[in-house]
């Protein structure tokens, strides 16, 4: 009798189906989160980025409206080449981690963040990439 081995954890399997691939319901599960892991790396990665800017915007400024200085977001980690969305204002433009965004201020020689949660009057904004206008 030819035995198989778990194709998670390498360990024979000794009963059930002959063309069973897995020891358990545990090493089934773990290895195919580890294929899609694998797959949609680079989805996963920017996701993550994506959460923690999120994270450190709502551990900043957890009331929803604030301002806080570039440098003390930078050392938590905020990356600022990763947004969702964006929010155009005649003042400028808020860049959105989900539900927490910020708009580039500087005062005097600082650079600032004017974080702001997202408000159900912004769902209003459209924007066409082609004509580069905010309706």
């Known amino acids: 009798m030819i035995h198989k081995t778990c194709l998670a954890c390498n360990t024979k399997i000794i009963k059930g189906r002959s063309d069973r691939k897995f020891c358990s ?50 050392e938590l980690g905020y990356n600022f080449n990763y947004f969702t969305h964006f929010y155009k204002t005649n003042k400028g433009i808020y860049y959105f981690c989900y539900d927490f965004g910020f708009q580039p201020i500087t005062k005097g020689s600082a650079e600032k963040m004017l974080v702001v949660q997202w408000q159900n009057y912004m769902e209003r904004q459209q924007f066409d990439p082609w004509s580069r206008v905010v309706k």
């Open 25 to 74: 319901e545990s090493c089934r599960a773990t290895y195919n989160y580890n294929l899609r892991k694998v797959k949609n790396n680079g989805i996963t990665i920017h996701q993550e980025i994506l959460k923690k800017n999120n994270k450190i915007l709502k551990q900043l400024v957890p009331n929803g409206h604030g301002t806080i200085r570039k440098k003390l977001a930078s």
